[in-house]
């Protein structure tokens, strides 16, 4: 699993890079200007609690140690969903309008990627055996612990321009954002310690790619619906990073 770790480690510094991150932590813009793409993601966010039900989790399979870490890690990632809502209301986001608009604007093109991360996501905990699903939960947690670093930014901000307190995007949700699948470097330290065979380290290798292309398309749809997206002229980096995160198809090897 060491293997495995460490291309997370790679994927998680690459995307810290990615000019949709880097325009919600700039503080030079009014904060809830660089927040309005929230209900954009609605289908991810709320998608995100089917994915742990019904895709990853496995009581049948609890016995194995390394699902049984997989099950209580979805018994705190299956219920964020209200604190998005909460923040909805809290920015004004929640507009009133009916219903078939608000599913055009939801489920249209341009909102694309979003929902691919979640069919994705499921794809992948469906198919993959316990130690390749702990891989494809490990890195979710990185792309979200990266996330979050310019969330509590932004949210900060807001809070310092509104005095409300934001639950999904501020310190409450980051608290759960550790980056480890259940929390804490001890958990670290077991994974390493997970032996795969060649087989699964290779599919876990493929998974743990596949999760960060899916996430970083849906990085970039969003930096799009900013219309922010000649910041993407400014990726990737000189010398970092082995992809290059263009268009909302995600990053293209190169």
């Known amino acids: 699993m060491r293997t495995v770790l460490a291309r997370i480690a790679v994927r998680k510094e690459e995307l810290t890079g990615h000019p949709f991150l880097e325009y919600i932590a700039d503080s030079s813009v009014d904060p809830a200007e660089r927040l309005s793409f929230a209900p954009c993601i609605a289908p991810f966010v709320l998608g995100f609690a089917d994915v742990n039900v019904l895709g990853l989790r496995d009581l049948d399979a609890d016995h194995d140690r390394v699902q049984h870490l997989v099950n209580e890690h979805t018994y705190k990632g299956d219920h964020r969903w209200p604190m998005f809502l909460d923040d909805l209301e809290t920015m004004g986001l929640n507009h009133a309008t009916d219903r078939v608009s608000m599913l055009r604007e939801l489920w249209g093109p341009d909102r694309q990627a979003g929902r691919q991360l979640v069919y994705g996501l499921m794809r992948l905990a469906v198919t993959a055996e316990p130690v390749e699903r702990i891989a494809v939960v490990e890195a979710v947690e990185a792309t979200g612990y990266v996330a979050w670093q310019s969330f ?18 501020g310190p409450e949700h980051a608290a759960l954002e550790t980056g480890h699948a259940m929390g804490g470097e001890d958990i670290g330290v077991e994974l390493q310690h997970i032996e795969l065979w060649d087989s699964q380290r290779r599919r876990a290798l493929d998974m743990v790619d596949e999760v960060f292309r899916l996430f970083t398309a849906m990085l970039t749809e969003q930096l799009n619906f ?26 293209r090897a190169r």
């Open 226 to 251: 900013l219309a922010v997206a000649d910041r993407v002229k400014r990726w990737p980096k000189p010398g970092v990073g082995t992809f290059s995160w263009i268009s909302a198809d995600g990053p």
């Open 152 to 169: 509590l930014t932004a949210s900060g901000d807001y809070f310092d321009a509104t005095g409300r307190q934001l639950r999904y995007f």
